[in-house]
């Protein structure tokens, strides 16, 4: 008996001998640093992460705007095509108080990233230093802050579209009018930068005057309550055209100038709303330049999940503004907008 148990003692000896030397023959891969290490920076990016969604706020002026309204759908459309994305869209209702505010309730909610849509130059810059005091990255969408501390800007150069409004203006008039202009609202960067371009461009034609400019405030009833002003003021012939700083406004100045029997008024807008475009193919609107909305909101979100994704913020990128000013044209940008 006792030599038995001997003989399995022995037998339990080497087969636990021969366990150990299996283990130490080929060592794991934890057990090699330089392995340990690239395990561990290959989790660190988070470009490779498996299955990983980017939450990323998204505050916008008013959606009572048609312009914001092209954005918002774009931005909707955006989340649903893009399964690395979860955009939670805010409106500010133009309050920039409630800007500021839903900003930092993003930022509290967590968020990755924030796309920024200004409401105001100057006061909407304040969101750009909660963001970058919480460490988030900040990307600006179509309208800028006084800040330049934000990320990258995606848009358009805003003066732009005003030079193209005031040659679209002045070749219309053949170099010789009388020109008023409805502004948008006052210290936003859009009525600064269309108000810049449209002067800068009228300045070089001698001949037309830049009768009065006042403020519509982006809205459709505002811009038609100061042009039923003008016509009570300047009888025909007093009034060849007016530029608005959106389509809205132009719109509103298109019903004034209907119900008052003055067709003989060039009305010009810019954005490229659906009912601008349709009134340009109808005749009742001379011609609107065409902000592609579609566009920069795509590029905005790409280039967040790029730095999201550890490169670097381009800075700046730059989508072209299109003149319209034939029924052609105008049909050809309705059918993207619908």
Same mark, same amino acid.
């Given at each position: 008996?006792?030599?038995?148990? #001997? %003989? =399995?003692? *022995?037998?339990?000896?080497?087969?636990?001998?021969?366990?150990?030397? @299996?283990? $130490?023959?080929?060592?794991?891969?934890?057990?090699?640093?330089?392995?340990?290490?690239?395990?561990?920076?290959?989790?660190?990016?988070?470009?490779?992460?498996?299955?990983?969604?980017?939450?990323?706020?998204?505050?916008?002026?008013?959606?009572?705007?048609?312009?914001?309204?092209?954005?918002?759908?774009?931005?909707?459309?955006?989340?649903?095509?893009?399964?690395?994305?979860?955009?939670?869209?805010?409106?500010?209702?133009?309050?920039?108080?409630?800007?500021?505010?839903?900003?930092?309730?993003?930022?509290?909610?967590?968020?990755?990233?924030?796309?920024?849509?200004?409401?105001?130059?100057?006061?909407?810059?304040? #969101? %750009? =230093?909660? *963001?970058?005091?919480?460490?988030?990255?900040?990307?600006?969408?179509? @309208?800028? $802050?006084?800040?330049?501390?934000?990320?990258?800007?995606?848009?358009?150069?805003?003066?732009?579209?005003?030079?193209?409004?005031?040659?679209?203006?002045?070749?219309?008039?053949?170099?010789?009018?009388?020109?008023?202009?409805?502004?948008?609202?006052?210290g936003h960067s859009a009525q600064i930068n269309r108000g810049a371009g449209i002067a800068e461009t009228l300045e070089k034609y001698p001949d037309i005057e830049l009768v009065e400019s006042q403020s519509g405030e982006f809205t459709k009833d505002k811009a038609m309550s100061v042009t039923e002003a003008w016509l009570a003021k300047y009888p025909a012939g007093e009034i060849d055209a007016i530029i608005a700083h959106n389509d809205g406004m132009a719109l509103g100045a298109m019903n004034a100038c209907i119900s008052a029997n003055r067709p003989e008024i060039k009305i010009i807008g810019i954005d490229g709303d659906a009912e601008a475009l349709q009134a340009v193919i109808d005749g009742t609107m001379a011609a609107t330049v065409v902000d592609d909305v579609e566009t920069e909101s795509k590029l905005a979100v790409e280039e967040m999940v790029s730095i999201l994704n550890g490169n670097e913020p381009k800075g700046k990128i730059l989508a072209e503004y299109m003149p319209v000013k034939t029924a052609e044209e105008a049909k050809v940008w309705l059918e993207k907008r619908q």
């Open positions: 008996m006792k030599k038995l148990t #001997a %003989v =399995v003692l *022995a037998i339990l000896l080497v087969a636990m001998v021969a366990v150990g030397c @299996s283990g $130490t023959a080929e060592p794991s891969a934890s057990a090699d640093p330089s392995k340990a290490a690239e395990s561990s920076e290959s989790a660190a990016q988070p470009a490779e992460d498996a299955g990983k969604v980017w939450k990323i706020g998204i505050s916008t002026q008013s959606w009572e705007h048609e312009f914001l309204k092209n954005m918002v759908n774009a931005l909707q459309a955006i989340d649903e095509s893009m399964p690395d994305v979860e955009l939670v869209i805010v409106d500010s209702e133009d309050s920039v108080e409630k800007q500021l505010n839903d900003v930092d309730t993003l930022i509290a909610q967590g968020v990755d990233g924030i796309i920024l849509n200004a409401d105001s130059v100057e006061g909407s810059s304040q #969101a %750009v =230093v909660a *963001a970058k005091n919480a460490g988030i990255p900040l990307v600006e969408l179509v @309208s800028l $802050t006084e800040n330049e501390d934000y990320d990258t800007f995606v848009g358009t150069d805003v003066k732009a579209s005003g030079l193209l409004a005031g040659e679209m203006v002045a070749d219309m008039l053949g170099g010789k009018g009388k020109v008023f202009e409805i502004q948008g609202v006052m």
